[in-house]
């Protein structure tokens, strides 16, 4: 089994910034991928940004992010983060973190979700 835990949710202000961080604990023999999604209330989960490992490393954004967050990844640590700056009311949501990971060298991949971390940003 494998654990994501989430931390550096909060309430900010707009244009303020927050960082996101994501450990990912357990049965890891390689992540494949790892990254963030978010919920508005009354909204469909959207990815928001995500890193993938394929031979070398790719990062995906949300269009309406692009310029503003940015993901990055320790290996070592098993941990992801998302710096986020200038943030803007629409940014308020429950950030979840998201993997796909090999349990080991001859496993199928799984996908795993964290509990979510609640971003608000008001004035």
């Known amino acids: 089994q494998v654990q994501l835990v989430e931390s550096g949710g909060g309430l900010v202000q707009p244009g303020g910034s927050l960082r996101l961080s994501c450990a990912a604990s357990?049965?890891?023999?390689?992540?494949?991928?790892m990254g963030w999604y978010r919920q508005a209330p009354g909204n469909q989960r959207e990815l928001v940004a995500i890193?993938?490992?394929?031979?070398?490393?790719?990062?995906n954004y949300a269009d309406s992010v692009k310029g503003r967050f940015t993901i990055s990844r320790d290996n070592a640590k098993k941990t992801v983060y998302l710096q986020m700056n200038s943030l803007k009311p629409e940014d308020t949501g429950v950030y979840y973190c998201?993997?796909?990971?090999?349990?080991?060298?001859?496993?199928?991949?799984?996908?795993?979700w964290g509990q979510g971390t609640q971003v608000t940003v008001s004035s």
């Open positions: 998201y993997a796909i990971v090999r349990p080991g060298p001859t496993q199928p991949t799984y996908q795993y």
């Open positions: 890193t993938i490992s394929n031979g070398g490393s790719t990062t």
């Open positions: 357990g049965s890891i023999f390689s992540i494949i991928s």
